[in-house]
């Protein structure tokens, strides 16, 4: 309680937890996008639901790896190496991650720019079960929470500051979950932006898995920009067709 209460009278304290808080919100960006079009394709009932559990697993994901926090550390140590390159657990799983997500995403821009091409009945717009949706959510939960986490260790040696950042941030997504998802279901084109900010993101992670550092301050101005673009789209949009409604 002493260490604790000394924490929270240090001004640098303070400002660890803010810089960090705003740096995990930033960094569930992309898990909230991928969650977001993924329980879109479920039924309405069950949408609301899948974002809560796929949020939640992110908080259990994120506070266990926090409980854990000397091996995750670990995870950055060379395992073996290829043609020189060492490859730690993390670069494997940043890896893995980011080629599912190319995957994911690609088949979703596939299946949006062409919906009649495959096996499933066209005229059905569920294309995925609940349990698929909630373990591909979990799958890439894990992967950004490892990456979450060793953010937060290299920003923070208190294991106090770690947790209100992770749980402010994940209560942030919590928020921000169904609208995000109401927003992109009713802009098509959102979709699609959306999808190619996912390859990005998978790209990144590849890339950060064979040791090629990309400084994040780079993609997201790209999809901030990208996304200003959008919202100038559709502000267009809006208002030629409100001009056709008032003619």
């Known amino acids: 309680m002493d260490s604790l209460l000394q924490l929270a009278a240090d001004p640098t304290a303070w400002v660890a937890l803010a810089t960090l808080i705003v740096m995990e919100v930033v960094l569930g960006i992309d898990n909230l996008i991928f969650i977001s079009i993924l329980t879109n394709k ?3 009932h069950q949408q609301t639901k899948a974002r809560r559990i796929g949020i939640g697993l992110a908080l259990i994901l994120r506070l266990g790896l926090l409980g854990t926090v000397a091996y995750i550390v670990h995870l950055t140590q060379p395992v073996f190496e290829v043609f020189g390159k060492a ?3 993390r670069d494997m799983i940043l890896i893995g991650g980011g080629l599912f997500l190319l995957w994911k995403a690609t088949k979703e821009i596939h299946e ?3 919906p009649d091409d495959g096996h499933e ?3 059905s717009p569920v294309a995925l079960s609940f349990a ?3 373990g591909q959510i979990l799958v890439l939960d894990l992967v950004f929470s490892i990456d979450s986490i060793i953010t937060a260790v290299g920003m923070t040696d208190h294991v106090p500051i770690m947790v209100i950042a992770v749980i402010t941030a994940v209560t942030v997504m919590l928020l921000a979950a169904d609208p995000l998802a109401r ?3 009713a802009n098509p084109t959102v979709v699609m932006l959306a999808l190619g900010f996912l390859i990005m993101i998978g790209m990144t992670l590849i890339a950060e898995g064979f040791g090629a550092h990309v400084p994040k301050g780079y993609i997201y101005t790209a999809m901030a920009f990208s996304a200003g673009v ?6 267009a949009r809006r208002r030629r067709r ?3 409604t008032v003619g």
Do not use: G
């Open 121 to 123: 009945d066209a005229s």
């Open 132 to 134: 698929a949706a909630v």
């Open 42 to 44: 479920l039924p309405a």
């Open 183 to 185: 927003f992109i279901d």
């Open 242 to 244: 409100n001009r056709t």
């Open 87 to 89: 490859f730690s657990w």
């Open 112 to 114: 949006t720019v062409d």
């Open 230 to 235: 959008e919202a100038l789209n559709l502000l």
